[in-house]
């Protein structure tokens, strides 16, 4: 029996040279597909990993920025009459992301030279939790770089009721030392604190710090009732600066009197 051959023969009416060059663009088109197809897997991997990354990242607490300036806010407190013979006064206001704000007023007899005073009034909010000794930090701006002890220097008078005073161990000799000042008004959420350099003797810085507070004046309470009911009855307590400026009487208390004892403990 013959065998039957099949020859290929090309496709009537089409040139041999256009039949292969189809061949050659098919061919071509399969493999761009199958390069394609394997980017698109690479591509889609690479996504995958990128989104996991992003994921374990997000699992991590974000580090909250913390106290900035706020130079659109508005003054809140204002001090009426200052001694400001031969002094500028500058007021900054600093919020905390949890909500905390500070505002700080500040007198120095020029823009150039270090404050003789500073009056800050704080509102915490929840970053107070995290807050270290309020002592210490009114100490830490009053003597930047110092790390000395801290004592108490007695209390004072004022219309927010009795400041506590101190100062640092080693100047207990010192009729000239600073003094920092502290009051805590827990009902109306409000903090009073500072530093006075005022003054030519310690009962004059006494007296200078008595007669800021006294002096200190609510300018809004943005919806805070607590705070403007505690400067409301604080004005009906309001003293003259001219009491608080003159000699302490001989039976003066041994507590508030301008000779304190050097009270040790904490603030």
Known sequence: MRSIQVSRHPRAGIHPALQSFADECGALALRLGAYMGA????????????????????????????????????????VSQFDSLNKTAS??????????????????????????????????????????????EIAGRMDPGGS?????????????????????????????????????????????????????????????IACTLNRLVLLTARNDPRLAELFAHAELKRGSCAAASAPPLASADWVTGAQNPLLRGSL
């Open 148 to 208: 000395r002890e801290i004592v108490g220097e007695g209390i004072v008078d004022s219309k927010f009721g009795p400041v506590a005073l101190f100062g640092f161990a080693d100047r207990p000799g010192d009729s000239r030392r600073c003094l920092g000042f502290l009051k805590n008004v827990e009902a109306a959420s409000l903090r009073i604190s500072g530093w006075s350099c005022q003054g030519d003797s310690l009962p004059a810085r006494r007296a200078a």
């Open 39 to 78: 980017l698109a897997l690479i591509v889609i991997g690479a996504i995958q990993l990128w989104d996991s990354i992003g994921l374990e990242a997000g699992d991590a607490p974000a580090v909250r920025p913390g106290w900035g300036m706020a130079e659109r806010s508005y003054p809140a407190f204002a």
């Open 91 to 136: 007021y900054e206001i600093f919020r905390h992301p949890d909500g905390g704000r500070k505002d700080v007023l500040r007198w120095a007899a020029s823009a150039t030279e270090k404050p003789v005073a500073e009056l800050e009034l704080y509102r915490p909010g929840a970053e107070v939790a995290h807050a270290g000794s309020p002592a210490d």
